[in-house]
């Protein structure tokens, strides 16, 4: 296998001492090293949920399985609820929900965008006595579109309509401040492959106090997702079922990472890699896919200009340069290309990846100044740079 | 972390070749790279299914995913279900199928034996009409009582009878012979920190082709477990959602060992160490709690004699001999202590750790001749080991 760059949004370029950390000994998961591992692993999680109030809980599956468990435990059959999709794993939201039988309502938002926090606002209004909304779908970060929501304002506009509030933050969290109890939001679900660098296999679902009184009144079926059980388990230190020892041993260590650089240094990095890579697209006549205001901190998504296959300039990076980027999916398939500013990736991966870029998109027909958007971002990275660089 | 030696029936000790596969790199799960992994590993899992005309998919999940997947995807509201538990993990198997509103009827067994392929034949006969069973579940090896079905006979007792057959292999496959093409099974699970020996976080189900019509009528609620989304991804060399990468190059890895020694040699390992376990156990006086007939290869579970305390026991073996070995669960809880026999576990390890089992057992209070249990263990090993030793 040659060696390639990761630059699509998940999984991500894992570093060295993590995926070490993975290939550890098994051990008995329902023994006392388990047991700590679990605990330290729940509790360093919390701060980063931005939470004291509510518990971790690891699932052994993809983000996808831990957005199920959240849905499928606090809604059901006939529930009211409210999605507001802002791309496709907003998409995905709705699909989840629908499948365990709710009465969805989309509050529709452009792609590109994050939802308005007015038209939020008017949208809960409407809705009164028997309309009135037992949830809300919410989607922190869309890496389909590059675009990530003002969760701060969403909150705003949300507080004090009763309905429960469910948030995908899969790829958003870890990547720039989260304030769950801050927020009032009652179930915040991510996973490992994201932000936090860990291999794919565990979600981390974050679950506020009044969550619990919901799910005991919830029909809706489920089992290896049962929140409850797994909430029952984690307090003897354990899981229901068999975990993914090898990732949980994998996000222990991301998490030594994670304290040692400090968040506010990590969401930075984020911001930073982010801001350079729009700052070449932008410098080589490219158009941001996300709008002003709702760039994602996570990943990138630019329109290729018309007429030239983003698929095509995908592959030749991928097999000429070991440069790996996401494509379009959905209705964006073919249009745009998605860079990820996630996983172990330093800035001098990033400008070689620009680079690679330039070139290949020079070869497919684009017509710009060769060396324009990497010497844009490079210009970032010189404004920007922490003074002890990381 | 101190040195020590699992014996318990899962996770399983994982050899040092297939540990450092899981710690590759991280790839692109919807690349090139990917696609030939996944293809190779459900190609070469098919033979130990004893399938040619089933389809293997990888789910991120522990078994009990694979089971709920076997569950939800075949079966729902209303459906009439017979199941045949002989353990906790077929009680498992009934919890899922009333969780997704199925009609569950019970076959009773005895705890230690197997089901009598009469009693089934029986009970299938007695449902005629109306009251026909639409599926029957099966436990192939029981980890919680040590014992196994005879699949070959229960699989002759169901032929006709027109249910669905789906079958918890998840501690049982690899490890015996197992040939669902001919016994006519619909849905297989196993997962990987079994006896194949890989870290936990995969489930692999192998689905007949018939299985995949009754899905279509089947209502029941399954989203992250839906197996017909996971056949569209498998004919692209995907799994719907992220799967857990690591874990998949270690099953590669496990393969290549499984295949290097050949299926024989490895039944013949997991027969003769469980062979060992129970004639320790008996030159010790202790009783084997499955019955003649029935004894499970992957693990041996041991009465402890009245008034001793097996988790004690356990403990003592954990904490000064670093032996792990498993407890009794649900209501033989302290009753009894179990040994598995899966793993890269050599018969120096079986060995020292039938010799430290003496000492504990002698330490508890257990009236014994020291050392008579490791001599019998010793001539099981003398009198079955094959020209070549393992």
Redesign the interface.
Known sequence: ?SK?L?F?P?????AEPV??A??????????P?FKALLERVARRMKPIFGTERAEVLLL??????GL?AAV?NMFGAGDRILACPIGVFGERLI??AR???CDVDVLETAWGSGVDPQALRAKLESAAGERRYAGILLTHNETSTGSQNDLASLAAAIRGCGAYVVVDSVSGLAASDFRMDEWGFDIVVT?S?KALAV???LAMVAVAPRAWERMDSNR??????DLKKARDFAALGQT????????VY?LDAALDEFERTGPRRVWERHARYARAIRACAEALGLEIFSAEGAHSVTVVAIRVPAGIDADAIRKRL?DDRGV?IGGGQGKLKGQIIRIGTM?DLSQTDVLGALGALEIALLDAGVSLHIGSGVQAALRVFLETEAPAAV
């Open positions: 296998m390639s990761l699509i998940g999984p991500v370029t894992v995926l070490t993975t290939a550890q000994p098994m051990i008995d998961h329902r023994g090293e052994g599956s993809s983000g996808t399985g199920e499928a699909a989840i499948t365990f039988g996973a492959q291999p794919p296999g809706a079926p489920r089992y290896y997702f229901p079922w068999t975990p993914p020892v090898s990732i994998g991928r790996v996983g």
